[in-house]
Protein backbone atom coordinates (compact mmCIF):
# COMPACT_ATOMS: atom_id res chain seq x y z
CA UNK A 1 0.00 0.00 0.00
CA UNK A 2 1.72 3.13 -1.34
CA UNK A 3 1.22 5.94 1.55
CA UNK A 4 1.70 9.85 0.62
CA UNK A 5 4.27 11.57 2.52
CA UNK A 6 1.60 14.36 3.96
CA UNK A 7 -0.14 11.61 5.82
CA UNK A 8 3.60 10.35 7.70
CA UNK A 9 3.21 12.22 11.29
CA UNK A 10 6.49 12.74 12.95
CA UNK A 11 7.97 9.95 14.21
CA UNK A 12 8.65 9.12 17.68
CA UNK A 13 12.24 9.90 18.07
CA UNK A 14 11.91 13.62 16.65
CA UNK A 15 8.85 14.23 19.42
CA UNK A 16 10.68 13.07 21.83
CA UNK A 17 13.98 14.80 21.00
CA UNK A 18 11.70 17.98 20.55
CA UNK A 19 10.12 17.60 23.94
CA UNK A 20 13.86 17.03 25.74
CA UNK A 21 15.18 20.12 23.58
CA UNK A 22 13.07 22.49 25.34
CA UNK A 23 12.77 20.86 29.15
CA UNK A 24 16.83 21.47 28.43
CA UNK A 25 16.74 25.10 27.33
CA UNK A 26 13.50 26.15 30.06
CA UNK A 27 15.46 24.97 32.76
CA UNK A 28 18.77 26.68 31.62
CA UNK A 29 16.70 29.82 31.51
CA UNK A 30 15.00 29.64 34.55
CA UNK A 31 18.40 29.40 36.96
CA UNK A 32 19.79 32.66 34.83
CA UNK A 33 16.50 34.69 35.03
CA UNK A 34 16.52 33.79 38.83
CA UNK A 35 20.02 34.89 39.13
CA UNK A 36 19.58 38.27 37.61
CA UNK A 37 16.72 39.16 39.55
CA UNK A 38 17.99 38.26 42.77
CA UNK A 39 21.16 40.96 41.22
CA UNK A 40 18.47 43.16 40.49
CA UNK A 41 16.71 43.28 44.23
CA UNK A 42 20.09 43.29 45.92
CA UNK A 43 21.52 46.77 43.95
CA UNK A 44 17.82 48.21 44.72
CA UNK A 45 18.47 47.14 48.59
CA UNK A 46 21.48 49.01 48.20
CA UNK A 47 20.45 52.25 46.64
CA UNK A 48 17.48 52.36 49.20
CA UNK A 49 20.09 51.68 52.16
CA UNK A 50 22.26 54.43 50.78
CA UNK A 51 19.69 57.00 50.37
CA UNK A 52 18.38 56.94 53.92
CA UNK A 53 21.67 57.26 55.33
CA UNK A 54 22.28 59.83 53.05
CA UNK A 55 19.67 62.22 52.53
CA UNK A 56 19.14 63.34 56.20
CA UNK A 57 22.97 63.77 56.62
CA UNK A 58 22.71 65.59 53.14
CA UNK A 59 19.49 67.92 54.39
CA UNK A 60 20.88 68.66 57.67
CA UNK A 61 24.26 69.93 55.77
CA UNK A 62 21.89 72.20 53.46
CA UNK A 63 20.20 73.80 56.30
CA UNK A 64 23.69 74.38 58.37
CA UNK A 65 25.06 75.72 55.41
CA UNK A 66 25.65 80.12 55.80
CA UNK A 67 24.43 80.07 51.94
CA UNK A 68 21.28 79.19 53.33
CA UNK A 69 20.98 81.61 56.17
CA UNK A 70 18.30 84.48 56.68
CA UNK A 71 19.49 87.66 55.54
CA UNK A 72 16.84 89.89 54.57
CA UNK A 73 12.63 90.09 54.14
CA UNK A 74 11.06 92.17 51.01
CA UNK A 75 7.93 93.76 52.17
CA UNK A 76 5.95 93.87 49.11
CA UNK A 77 2.31 96.06 49.03
CA UNK A 78 2.64 98.46 52.28
CA UNK A 79 0.78 101.78 52.00
CA UNK A 80 -1.49 102.27 55.13
CA UNK A 81 0.29 99.44 57.61
CA UNK A 82 2.58 99.81 59.59
CA UNK A 83 6.31 98.10 59.16
CA UNK A 84 7.64 98.10 62.22
CA UNK A 85 4.65 96.21 63.08
CA UNK A 86 4.79 93.99 60.45
CA UNK A 87 8.80 93.43 61.17
CA UNK A 88 7.94 92.77 64.73
CA UNK A 89 5.26 89.94 63.67
CA UNK A 90 7.75 88.54 61.70
CA UNK A 91 10.23 88.03 64.03
CA UNK A 92 12.97 88.36 62.03
CA UNK A 93 16.00 86.68 63.44
CA UNK A 94 19.25 87.48 60.81
CA UNK A 95 20.77 84.44 60.17
CA UNK A 96 18.88 82.02 61.51
CA UNK A 97 17.98 78.87 58.61
CA UNK A 98 16.07 79.37 55.77
CA UNK A 99 14.80 75.98 55.40
CA UNK A 100 13.77 75.64 58.74
CA UNK A 101 11.23 79.01 58.62
CA UNK A 102 8.14 78.29 59.05
CA UNK A 103 5.98 80.16 56.41
CA UNK A 104 2.59 79.85 57.82
CA UNK A 105 3.19 80.76 61.34
CA UNK A 106 4.84 84.24 60.07
CA UNK A 107 1.78 84.77 57.66
CA UNK A 108 -0.58 83.98 60.26
CA UNK A 109 1.04 86.37 62.39
CA UNK A 110 1.43 89.54 59.77
CA UNK A 111 -2.86 88.78 58.89
CA UNK A 112 -3.27 89.68 62.51
CA UNK A 113 -2.21 93.29 61.78
CA UNK A 114 -5.52 95.72 61.25
CA UNK A 115 -4.53 96.97 58.04
CA UNK A 116 -3.42 93.64 56.12
CA UNK A 117 -6.30 91.55 54.31
CA UNK A 118 -3.99 88.47 52.85
CA UNK A 119 -0.34 88.15 53.32
CA UNK A 120 1.81 85.60 51.08
CA UNK A 121 5.03 84.52 52.46
CA UNK A 122 7.69 83.04 50.17
CA UNK A 123 11.07 81.98 50.60
CA UNK A 124 13.73 83.71 47.85
CA UNK A 125 16.68 81.23 47.77
CA UNK A 126 19.21 81.81 48.45
CA UNK A 127 18.62 83.83 51.52
CA UNK A 128 15.44 86.26 51.61
CA UNK A 129 11.77 86.20 52.33
CA UNK A 130 9.51 87.40 50.31
CA UNK A 131 5.93 88.75 51.90
CA UNK A 132 3.49 90.32 49.49
CA UNK A 133 0.34 92.26 51.44
CA UNK A 134 -2.97 92.93 50.10
CA UNK A 135 -4.52 95.94 52.00
CA UNK A 136 -8.13 96.66 53.33
CA UNK A 137 -9.47 98.93 51.10
CA UNK A 138 -12.49 100.38 53.25
CA UNK A 139 -15.39 102.03 51.07
CA UNK A 140 -17.86 102.31 54.01
CA UNK A 141 -17.92 102.30 57.92
CA UNK A 142 -20.18 100.17 60.24
CA UNK A 143 -21.02 99.08 63.53
CA UNK A 144 -21.57 95.81 64.22
CA UNK A 145 -22.01 93.69 67.52
CA UNK A 146 -18.42 93.45 68.22
CA UNK A 147 -17.76 96.94 67.51
CA UNK A 148 -16.92 99.19 64.67
CA UNK A 149 -15.98 97.84 61.56
CA UNK A 150 -14.69 98.96 58.16
CA UNK A 151 -16.23 97.64 54.86
CA UNK A 152 -14.43 96.52 51.90
CA UNK A 153 -15.55 96.31 48.21
CA UNK A 154 -16.01 92.82 48.36
CA UNK A 155 -18.45 92.84 51.83
CA UNK A 156 -15.76 91.73 54.27
CA UNK A 157 -15.65 93.53 57.69
CA UNK A 158 -12.22 94.64 58.77
CA UNK A 159 -11.31 96.18 62.17
CA UNK A 160 -9.01 99.07 61.84
CA UNK A 161 -7.94 101.04 64.46
CA UNK A 162 -7.78 104.45 62.64
CA UNK A 163 -10.55 106.87 61.62
CA UNK A 164 -11.08 107.02 58.37
CA UNK A 165 -12.60 110.21 57.12
CA UNK A 166 -14.59 110.67 53.95
CA UNK A 167 -16.59 107.37 54.32
CA UNK A 168 -20.10 106.77 54.00
CA UNK A 169 -21.94 104.43 56.84
CA UNK A 170 -24.09 101.55 56.28
CA UNK A 171 -26.97 100.96 58.69
CA UNK A 172 -29.09 97.99 59.21
CA UNK A 173 -27.20 95.21 56.77
CA UNK A 174 -26.17 92.35 59.25
CA UNK A 175 -24.63 89.75 56.74
CA UNK A 176 -22.30 89.65 54.39
CA UNK A 177 -24.42 89.24 51.41
CA UNK A 178 -26.32 92.58 52.97
CA UNK A 179 -22.80 94.20 52.67
CA UNK A 180 -21.65 92.86 49.40
CA UNK A 181 -25.26 94.22 48.07
CA UNK A 182 -24.12 97.64 49.81
CA UNK A 183 -20.62 97.85 48.33
CA UNK A 184 -21.92 96.94 44.99
CA UNK A 185 -24.87 100.07 45.34
CA UNK A 186 -21.87 102.43 46.49
CA UNK A 187 -20.06 101.94 43.51
CA UNK A 188 -22.58 102.33 40.92
CA UNK A 189 -23.56 105.16 42.23
CA UNK A 190 -19.91 106.79 42.31
CA UNK A 191 -19.52 104.94 38.68
CA UNK A 192 -22.12 106.86 37.00
CA UNK A 193 -21.65 109.72 38.97
CA UNK A 194 -25.15 110.02 40.23
CA UNK A 195 -24.08 111.43 43.55
CA UNK A 196 -20.61 113.57 43.78
CA UNK A 197 -17.69 111.89 45.32
CA UNK A 198 -18.05 112.26 49.03
CA UNK A 199 -21.28 113.12 49.03
CA UNK A 200 -22.88 109.57 50.02
CA UNK A 201 -23.40 110.37 54.21
CA UNK A 202 -25.65 106.96 54.07
CA UNK A 203 -26.32 103.54 52.88
CA UNK A 204 -29.00 101.71 54.48
CA UNK A 205 -31.15 98.21 54.36
CA UNK A 206 -34.12 97.06 55.34
CA UNK A 207 -35.75 93.80 54.81
CA UNK A 208 -38.58 95.64 53.29
CA UNK A 209 -37.98 98.32 51.48
CA UNK A 210 -34.59 97.24 50.33
CA UNK A 211 -31.22 99.61 50.11
CA UNK A 212 -31.48 103.73 50.35
CA UNK A 213 -28.89 106.73 49.94
CA UNK A 214 -29.12 109.32 52.24
CA UNK A 215 -26.68 112.40 50.93
CA UNK A 216 -24.98 115.17 52.68
CA UNK A 217 -27.76 117.60 51.42
CA UNK A 218 -30.60 115.36 52.77
CA UNK A 219 -32.01 113.57 49.39
CA UNK A 220 -33.28 110.08 49.69
CA UNK A 221 -32.67 107.93 46.63
CA UNK A 222 -34.74 104.46 47.30
CA UNK A 223 -33.39 101.82 44.87
CA UNK A 224 -34.98 99.05 46.51
CA UNK A 225 -33.96 95.38 46.28
CA UNK A 226 -31.05 94.10 43.48
CA UNK A 227 -30.13 94.08 40.83
CA UNK A 228 -29.91 97.57 40.85
CA UNK A 229 -28.31 98.34 37.18
CA UNK A 230 -31.45 98.90 35.38
CA UNK A 231 -32.37 101.30 38.02
CA UNK A 232 -29.39 102.97 37.97
CA UNK A 233 -29.59 103.28 34.05
CA UNK A 234 -33.61 105.04 34.83
CA UNK A 235 -32.69 107.74 37.06
CA UNK A 236 -29.52 108.42 34.70
CA UNK A 237 -32.13 108.92 31.41
CA UNK A 238 -34.09 111.55 33.78
CA UNK A 239 -31.99 113.27 36.61
CA UNK A 240 -30.57 116.17 34.35
CA UNK A 241 -34.33 117.06 33.41
CA UNK A 242 -35.33 116.60 37.56
CA UNK A 243 -32.27 119.11 38.53
CA UNK A 244 -33.47 121.80 35.95
CA UNK A 245 -37.08 121.82 37.63
CA UNK A 246 -35.34 122.55 41.12
CA UNK A 247 -33.90 121.42 44.27
CA UNK A 248 -34.85 117.37 44.36
CA UNK A 249 -36.59 116.34 48.13
CA UNK A 250 -36.27 112.43 47.10
CA UNK A 251 -36.03 110.05 44.27
CA UNK A 252 -37.41 106.43 44.33
CA UNK A 253 -36.77 103.62 42.24
CA UNK A 254 -38.23 100.87 44.19
CA UNK A 255 -41.35 100.90 41.99
CA UNK A 256 -41.24 98.56 39.39
CA UNK A 257 -40.13 100.42 35.58
CA UNK A 258 -41.04 103.99 36.93
CA UNK A 259 -39.06 106.77 38.85
CA UNK A 260 -40.93 109.03 41.00
CA UNK A 261 -39.07 112.23 41.43
CA UNK A 262 -39.71 114.90 44.09
CA UNK A 263 -39.10 118.40 43.21
CA UNK A 264 -38.64 120.59 46.51
CA UNK A 265 -36.12 121.47 49.67
CA UNK A 266 -34.36 118.43 50.84
CA UNK A 267 -34.95 117.55 54.45
CA UNK A 268 -32.53 117.29 56.54
Given at each position: MTRDLKDIGPSEFTVRNGKEKAEKDGATRKPKTLIAAVCALGLLGMLIYGAVRILPDLGEKIGESS????????????????????????????????LETDLVAIREQVEKIDWVKEAEVKRDFPN?????????????????????????????????????????????????????????????VSDNRLIAKGQVKTVMFDGVMGYSVLTGQGIEVRFGTPPFEEKVRRITEVL??????????????????????KVGAPVM
Open positions: YFRLEGVDVIGVVMSDRGEIGGAIGFAAGSPLKLVITITEHAPVARTVTDEGRRFVDPDGELAAIDTDIAGLPTFLGMTTHDEYVEGARLLKLDDAQKRGPIRYIYLNIENRVVV
